[in-house]
């Protein structure tokens, strides 16, 4: 079993930046993909970035590109994702998950991911 904590969210004013961390146990962290979700009120739950186990292959919707960025610290077994120029619209809870498989150049397509963290808020106000 894998444990995911999420933590950096907060309330932060539009136009911010914020940045999220996701740290994972276990010791095959550098295998799985890794992917950051969100979920706002009486919205579906979206995916915001993905990124292979090595971290040489990353996804973003065109909601978030050129202002999400995903990264990874394999040594730290820690996800990251950076978030610029926030709005208002990015307000929800934000989850990391991670998939068993690595999925390289595949990271953004559809696929299932197996463990999940409990979420943080992120707020952006004005």
């Known amino acids: 079993q894998v444990q995911l904590v999420e933590s950096g969210g907060g309330l932060v004013q539009a136009g911010g930046s914020l940045r999220l961390s996701c740290a994972a146990s276990g010791r095959t962290f550098s295998t799985y993909a890794m992917g950051w979700f969100r979920q706002a009120p009486g919205k579906e739950r979206e995916l915001l970035a993905a990124?292979?186990?090595?971290?040489?292959?990353?996804y973003y919707p065109d909601s978030v590109k050129g202002r999400f960025t995903i990264s990874r610290d394999n040594a730290k077994n820690t996800v990251y994702l950076q978030m610029n120029s926030l709005k208002a619209e990015d307000t929800a809870v934000y989850y990391c998950?991670?998939?068993?498989?690595?999925?390289?150049?595949?990271?953004?397509?559809?696929?299932?991911?197996?463990?999940w963290g409990q979420g943080t808020q992120v707020t952006v106000s004005s």
């Open positions: 990124i292979s186990g090595s971290g040489g292959n990353a």
């Open positions: 998950a991670a998939d068993k498989d690595d999925w390289g150049p595949q990271v953004g397509g559809l696929h299932a991911y197996d463990y």
